[in-house]
């Protein structure tokens, strides 16, 4: 693993040199020294080579480097399964043979095995990371759509009314960061062997969060026969301006990660997941679509000013996203408050059991 990363460093220095990223054009000027400074393989060469690219690709104006104890990619030439319990990877020594504890809920899908795996060394322990292919379900014919909204407070709240509340993760959250900043504060021996065991705990947390939100909201989906439909929120903290104080709390949550999750949660169990452009989705009514700021008297709450429509903020939110998905290849823009505004909605946006949706 220390030959390896040392490898990748080896070559992201010529990498960053020569100001390229190309496998090709690298592997001609770094694959005999890397065989000989550090007694690697030729594929191990090549894996090692492949790695410092992807990472250099992402930005080249940084030279990428490498821990010590970052990942080994193996792939089907440098490793292989004998049975489900043994697998043998190749070393600087040779292959070895080494066993492998799965757990019962993995066991099954370790027949679907396919491409490379990485090896990671985490809290004195190795893992191995596979890659397994899950077969996907047939499309299900959708007669319906659930919007969902993100936010803060509520971090998803979808049509049906169904909410899944921010205020005790935030305690959580804010509980890890207190005790972070005291044992930092503290200095001693024992605070920093307590900060490392809290290494990663609020990331865990995020995503067991995000994972169960995502498992909800698929199954409601499949029950339904229903259309999953999303804000497409990417870009949107660029135009975000917040006090100093909130900084953490409005950028630190995963709505990307969770957005990942509801997509291959999705495929999986055949429900089709739809984006749509969130603007002025809580500004708008759900009844006669007229959108103002004024809507929104507080957070929460909602109350139409033209025809006095009213209903939790989030919900009416929810609802607009799924009222979108029928008409958002024909209108992209917001309608705003006038006389014509609600009939020229209903002409180009029909009810959303007229719609004719290509997903």
């Not at 292989?80 to 809920?105: A, M, Q």
Request: charged content about 25%; glycine content about 6%; overall charge positive.
């Amino acid at each position: 693993m220390h030959q390896f990363n040392a490898a990748c460093n080896f070559v992201a220095d010529r990498a960053f040199e020569l100001r390229t990223a190309n496998k090709i054009e690298l592997q001609k000027v770094v694959y005999y020294p890397i065989r000989e400074q550090f007694n690697l393989s030729a594929q191990m060469a090549v894996r090692a080579i492949s790695k410092t690219c992807e990472a250099y690709k992402r930005d080249k104006s940084i030279k990428p480097t490498f821990d010590p104890d970052g990942s080994v990619v193996y792939d089907q030439r440098l490793m292989s399964w004998k049975g489900l319990d043994l697998v043998s990877l190749l070393t600087l020594e040779g292959r070895i043979k080494v066993p492998v504890v799965i757990c019962e809920y993995h066991e099954p899908r370790l027949n679907r095995i396919r491409g490379q795996a990485d090896l990671i060394f985490e809290r004195g322990e190795f893992y191995l990371c596979v890659v397994v292919e899950v077969p996907e379900s047939p499309k299900i014919e959708p007669i319906g759509v659930i919007g969902v909204d993100l936010g803060i407070k509520n971090i998803a709240v979808d049509s049906t009314g169904e909410e899944f509340s921010g205020d005790g993760i935030e305690n959580v959250r804010s509980k890890i960061d207190n005790l972070k900043a005291d044992l930092q504060s503290c200095g001693t021996d024992s605070a920093k062997r307590h900060l490392k065991k809290l290494s990663g705990r609020e990331a865990r947390f995020r995503r067991d969060v995000n994972h169960c939100i995502s498992k909800k909201m698929v199954a409601k989906a499949k029950d339904t026969s229903s259309v999953i439909a999303l804000e497409d929120l990417q870009g949107i903290r660029e135009g975000m301006t917040v006090s100093k104080a909130q900084r953490r709390k409005q950028h630190s949550w995963g709505f990307y990660q969770l957005r990942q999750f509801v997509e291959y949660k999705a495929a999986i169990a055949g429900v089709p997941v739809v984006y749509i452009d969130p603007a002025y989705t809580s500004q708008e009514c759900s009844v006669c679509h007229h959108i103002s700021r004024s809507n929104r008297p507080t957070r929460d709450q909602f109350a139409c000013v033209c025809c006095g429509f009213s209903g939790p903020a989030d919900t009416v939110a929810a609802r607009n996203i799924a009222a979108r998905v029928g008409c958002q290849p024909a209108h992209r823009g917001p309608i705003f408050c006038g006389a014509a505004s609600p009939q020229y909605w209903r002409a180009s946006c029909p009810p959303i059991h007229w719609r004719v949706v290509d997903l």
